[in-house]
């Protein structure tokens, strides 16, 4: 069965503090994705990777960043979180030419 | 982009057929029709997607208009457990940087399955 799984699926921090949130596939999957999901503005890509040290912004990188070390992991920083952080964020993989991602549970983050 | 419309809600009873369906007016030839839900408290999953032609699998079926401006997804038998925001998205043809673009959903179809 394949699997994206999230290092946790809520998390609080407060104003300031760096943040990571760690995702894991294990379907040798090429791309990888990080969304957040807002009530009222649906799914937004934050940013993606199509192979290993490699990186691409999505629609709202502002205040992000990422790192791919490894092909199976791919990790979201906020650097100094905020409030306007506060979110749900997802994470996905795909194959080099699949039309289906698979996504992980997702992590509820709360920045107070 | 090309955008999609889908109502707000709907409901049905469980272990009946529900058709939820989905208008996109402005579909261009390289787009095909995407269908993911995402189940309380949990992450989307991909349901079906199809280009031209009707697609069936072991949890739903797509039915394309012929014009290709509307399509409907369709739940044989709905069970509590489909009860999830339903999405209908275009992505372009795989192949042409398909698998590396990120998904926009809208707000989708809440879909309430009444016992």
């Known amino acids: 069965d394949v699997k994206v799984t999230q290092s946790s699926r809520y998390l609080v921090k407060r104003t300031g503090e760096k943040v990571f949130l760690e995702c894991v596939q294990d379907m040798d999957h090429e791309n990888m994705f990080w969304y957040r999901q807002d009530p009222g503005l649906g799914l937004r890509l934050i940013y993606f990777?199509?192979?290993?040290?490699?990186?691409e912004k999505g629609d709202i990188p502002e205040g992000y960043s990422v790192s791919r070390e490894k092909k199976e992991r791919f990790s979201l920083i906020l650097e100094s979180a905020s409030t306007n952080q506060t979110s749900m964020y997802l994470c996905a993989s795909a194959g080099a030419s699949s039309y289906e991602q698979y996504f992980g549970p997702g992590t509820r983050l709360t920045v107070t | 982009d090309a955008k999609t419309t889908q109502p707000n809600s709907m409901e049905s009873n469980e272990e009946e057929p529900v058709h939820l369906p989905c208008n996109h007016s402005?579909?261009?030839?390289?787009?095909?029709i995407h269908w993911y839900r995402q189940l309380p408290s949990q992450g989307p999953e991909y349901v079906i997607h199809?280009?031209?032609s009707n697609v069936n699998n072991r949890m739903a079926s797509l039915a394309i208009a012929e014009d290709r401006k509307s399509s409907t997804l369709i739940l044989h038998r709905a069970t509590l457990r489909d009860a999830a925001v339903y999405y209908c998205?275009?992505?372009?043809?795989?192949?042409?940087?398909?698998?590396?673009?990120?998904?926009?959903f809208g707000k989708g179809t809440h879909l309430i399955i009444q016992p």
């Open positions: 998205i275009l992505r372009v043809l795989v192949g042409s940087g398909g698998g590396a673009d990120g998904l926009t």
């Open positions: 402005t579909i261009s030839g390289t787009d095909y």
């Open positions: 199809g280009l031209t």
């Open positions: 990777s199509y192979d290993v040290k490699m990186k």
